[in-house]
């Protein structure tokens, strides 16, 4: 393992001079339950590591006229566990109650968990240059790839692995970003950026930028969302598929949908057209069927992983359904 500083900064503005200053060879930690495996692994070696727990006002969950900020250091527990989060959005405490152990929640942040990277073995593995880590090949694309993209691969064929994200952005969350030149505030769909953009990150963060809070528009009367996640052992385990759905219940149909998987892309990948489908239609596992078709059809398997088709099927329709069960 390198050798790094550490530092405690005791207000963002802290931090973030500490990023400008690393020039690029910094890393944020919140609950380091991921940055410390990649340390261990020699993936990540950075020469500074900026610790944000020392920073008042940043692990809260509020509530104000315009819906729920939930800051970055927030408890991935504290957020399962919040009474107004399992009232009036059922499916991210769901989501949260879904991730790891209750130790690992515990120490896990939300902040932590939407800029995780991401769990391929061949990034994960040192000995490997892939694309990712600045070689010229995705080894997951003839190789081994049971757990890896079957949408939006092409040139990185990793999945974003958090829990979280799918579940917020169903739920139309924003992030607040900081940075020297001020706050910046973007749909969190487009924090996330496909391989091309930029193999080498997951985010659109710039080097001196940190997440400073997510926030969720207040609930629509008549609103609910769950959260499936199908996963390859009983035990704690990362999602092979999941879906985030979130719909204003009318009747036995949906007013509006939102429907977005993990576990299958480079980013929360979000089904636009299995939406439209669903429209003000009366739900049955039939009329989802038909309404993913679009979607699947665009999916793009690899040798190893076409396993994931039925199973999103399966996740949209059990969490699909559930809506309709809870009204």
Not at 242 to 266: F, I, M
Request: contains cysteine.
């Amino acid at each position: 393992m390198k050798n790094f500083q550490w530092t405690e900064p005791q207000t963002v503005e802290q931090a973030l001079a500490w990023l400008v200053k690393a020039n690029g060879k910094a890393v944020l930690m919140a609950g380091g339950t991921d940055l410390f495996t990649e340390i261990k692994e020699g993936v990540a070696e950075p020469d500074l590591i900026i610790d944000l727990k020392s920073i008042p006002g940043l692990a809260s969950i509020q509530r104000d006229e315009s819906g729920v900020r939930i800051g970055a250091l927030t408890s991935v527990a504290g957020l399962a566990a919040d009474a107004m989060i399992k009232r009036d959005y059922p499916g991210l405490s769901e989501a949260a109650g879904s991730l790891a152990t209750p130790q690992l929640r515990n120490v896990g942040t939300v902040g932590g968990n939407l800029c995780q990277r991401p769990r391929c073995w061949y990034y994960r593995d040192v000995q490997m240059v892939c694309r990712k880590k600045g070689g010229s090949q995705c080894f997951a694309a003839k190789g081994r790839n049971k757990y890896h993209a079957i949408f939006g691969g092409r040139i990185c064929h990793i999945v974003y692995p958090s829990d979280l994200a799918p579940m917020l952005i169903a739920l139309d969350a924003r992030v607040t970003i900081g940075s020297p030149r001020g706050d910046r505030n973007l749909p969190l769909a487009e924090f996330y950026s496909l391989p091309e953009k930029n193999v080498r990150r997951e985010n659109v963060l710039a080097p001196d930028e940190l997440v400073r809070e997510v926030k969720i528009p207040q609930a629509k009367k008549g609103t609910r969302s769950a959260y499936v996640k199908l996963k390859e052992r009983e035990t704690w385990d990362f999602a092979l598929v999941s879906a985030a759905v979130r719909g204003t219940v009318s009747g036995g149909g949906l007013g509006d949908a939102a429907v977005v998987l993990g576990g299958v892309a480079p980013i929360p990948w979000r089904l636009g057209k299995t939406e439209a489908a669903i429209k003000g239609k009366n739900l049955s596992a039939g009329v989802i069927k038909e309404a993913l078709r679009a979607d699947l059809e665009e999916a793009r398997p690899l040798e190893e992983n076409g396993y994931k088709l039925p199973l999103i099927e399966a996740a949209v329709t059990r969490a699909l359904l559930s809506l309709i069960g809870s009204a």
